[in-house]
């Protein structure tokens, strides 16, 4: 993720989610910091430098996935099961990637070419993180049918 969460609400929910899925699996949450002196960019170089910036985090062995308002969409229940397909086949880093405001650039399109969306609206990059992280408890929750989640 790109940037700090500056809302403490946002802050609070994360934190609250992220302790819940630690009773699941080993969840890290790890935030590039925002540029600085970026004023006189273009969006397409703030993508670009935010790219390397990405790319510098990602392990050999990790399993990328981008959310992107532009990615294949799930239910919870389908995201659910596509969690547990990765368990499954025996994926030992998942990681989800959330842009900066502008999104990806095409280096990091071109590197990890699999796509998820949480919707088909527009969310703050900051809201994503906490709206994510639900869904991947809500997920956790549904895999060991616990009675979070409710059809």
């Known amino acids: 993720m790109i940037g700090k969460t500056d809302q403490a609400y946002l802050n609070e929910g994360i934190a609250e989610y992220m302790s819940r899925l630690k009773h699941y699996l080993p969840t890290e949450l790890i935030i590039i910091p925002s540029l600085k002196n970026c004023r006189g960019l273009t969006a397409n170089q703030i993508k670009q430098k935010e790219?390397?910036?990405i790319l510098k985090q990602v392990g050999k062995g990790d399993t990328v996935l981008l959310l992107d308002e532009k990615g294949k969409h799930y239910t919870?229940?389908?995201?659910?099961?596509f969690i547990q397909q990765n368990m499954n086949q025996g994926i030992q880093n998942l990681v989800f990637v959330i842009g900066g405001a502008y999104g990806?650039?095409?280096?990091?399109y071109l590197k990890?070419?699999?796509k998820i969306a949480l919707s088909k609206m527009t969310f703050s990059h900051q809201m994503v993180r906490l709206f994510f992280?639900?869904?991947?408890?809500?997920?956790?929750?549904i895999i060991k049918n616990e009675s979070y989640h409710h059809d």
């Open 76 to 81: 919870s229940t389908e995201f659910s099961a």
């Open 51 to 53: 790219g390397e910036l």
């Open 112 to 114: 990890f070419p699999y």
């Open 133 to 141: 992280i639900e869904q991947l408890y809500r997920a956790m929750t």
């Open 104 to 108: 990806f650039g095409q280096e990091v």
